[in-house]
């Protein structure tokens, strides 16, 4: 089962949620970092916000490009230490 996270960037759609993955590739030959980014339409049955960053894997076919279930929500560091204050 193939995991991926990342960023939600919308939920406009009914229970779909638009996420942004982001990756850093190193250039083969001249060794520079540098980020590629992609979109994943995700089938989302816990009702996450935009802002969260969550963790989704593939799943079965929900529509043409919805091939993706969110698992869970990832919190933030910074959420954490605001709870525990």
């Known amino acids: 089962m193939k995991l ?7 939920t406009k759609m009914d229970k779909t949620a638009t996420i942004l993955v982001e ?4 250039h083969p030959i001249y060794l520079k970092r540098y980020k590629r980014s992609k979109k994943y ?15 989704f894997a593939a799943s079965r076919p929900y529509s043409k490009f919805i091939k993706w279930k969110i698992v869970e929500v990832v919190e933030d560091k910074k ?3 605001a709870k525990k204050k």
């Not at 990756?23 to 190193?26: D, H, L």
Request: proline share 0%; net charge positive; aromatic share 0%.
């Open 4 to 10: 991926l996270s990342g960023k939600v960037i919308s």
């Open 23 to 26: 990756r850093t590739v190193v």
């Open 41 to 55: 339409h995700v089938h989302d049955d816990l009702g996450v916000e935009v802002g969260q960053n969550v963790r």
């Open 79 to 81: 959420k954490k230490e």
